[in-house]
């Protein structure tokens, strides 16, 4: 598996999923900018991991909810790589309470993130993943996306509409041979998981056959097998990595 050549920028790449991506597409030969909002030590621990494992890679700071932001972080990419051929949507965040007790504050901050992110950094990015007719759009979603989820409608709300954007931008980037995918992970053991009380965790343990959460590296593997160039006849397509769980 081959990244050499590859530009790829993953959103949130200073912890948890994004930052397995990261170290892993670098790990693969890619050129890879890592986006932090705030997270800038972590950031760049990413990219020494990256340059140790003899790869590339520069930190961007960017909140993707900000348009202006993400601009200045393509141009900051695009001079240290030039064109970008992979972004990797992974920037999210989560604000869980009972629907009773959301605020439209509360909803719409994860809109903003997780959708307005998506937004932001496809816009930036698209022209680029179109001209590279091997382009790649890969967003992460979630099983929550597909199940819905006590405490979560802003945020189950985010995961389900990038199955609607995902399948838009493949038909939209097909004709010139670039891709759009989703990835929904079920519940893997990052900072996110770490914030649920252990007694709603064990419920959730439950309803997963093969009785683990998942290990960053279970979602790892699948972006960047997206991210190769021999994924080429994939688009469109929801991706669950979530241990069997029903949807
Ligand atoms: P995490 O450990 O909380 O890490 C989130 C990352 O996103 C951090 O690097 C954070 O950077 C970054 N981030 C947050 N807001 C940002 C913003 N406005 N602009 C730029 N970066 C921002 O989360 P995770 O568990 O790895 O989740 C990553 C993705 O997978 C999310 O989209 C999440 O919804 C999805 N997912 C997670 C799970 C799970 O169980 N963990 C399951 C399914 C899907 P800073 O620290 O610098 O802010």
Not at 46 to 73: F, L, R, S, W
Not at 202 to 227: C, K, N, Q
Request: some cysteine; overall charge negative.
């Amino acid at each position: 598996m081959s990244l050499e050549n590859r530009t790829c920028l993953v959103t949130g790449a200073s912890k948890g999923i994004g930052r397995g991506i990261a170290e892993e597409l670098g790990e693969h030969g890619a050129d890879v900018a890592v986006n932090y909002r705030s997270s800038e030590e972590e950031a760049y621990e990413v990219v020494d991991y990256i340059e140790d494992a003899g790869g590339t890679a520069v930190p961007v700071q960017a909140d993707v909810a900000k348009i202006d932001e993400v601009e200045g972080m393509y141009e900051e990419v695009h001079d240290a790589f030039g064109n970008i051929d992979v972004l990797v949507n992974n920037a999210g965040i989560t604000v869980d309470k009972k629907f009773e007790n959301m605020t439209r504050e509360d909803w719409d901050r994860v809109m903003q993130v997780n959708l307005g992110g998506v937004f932001n950094c496809t816009k930036v990015c698209f022209e680029d993943i179109r001209q590279a007719h091997e382009g790649r759009l890969i967003n992460i979603s979630s099983v929550v996306g597909q199940q819905g989820n006590y405490g979560q409608a802003n945020y189950a709300t985010t995961k389900s509409g990038l199955f609607g954007f995902t399948r838009t931008i493949a038909l939209e980037l097909a004709h010139e041979g670039s891709t759009a995918n989703c990835v929904a992970p079920g519940f893997v053991k990052t900072d996110m998981l770490a914030d649920v009380p252990d007694r709603v965790k064990e419920g959730i343990l439950e309803r997963i056959p093969l009785d683990r959460f998942a290990e960053v590296e279970d979602i790892v593997s699948m972006v960047t097998f997206i991210a190769q160039k021999q994924s080429s006849y994939m688009t469109g397509q929801i991706l669950g990595i979530n241990g069997g769980m029903e949807w």
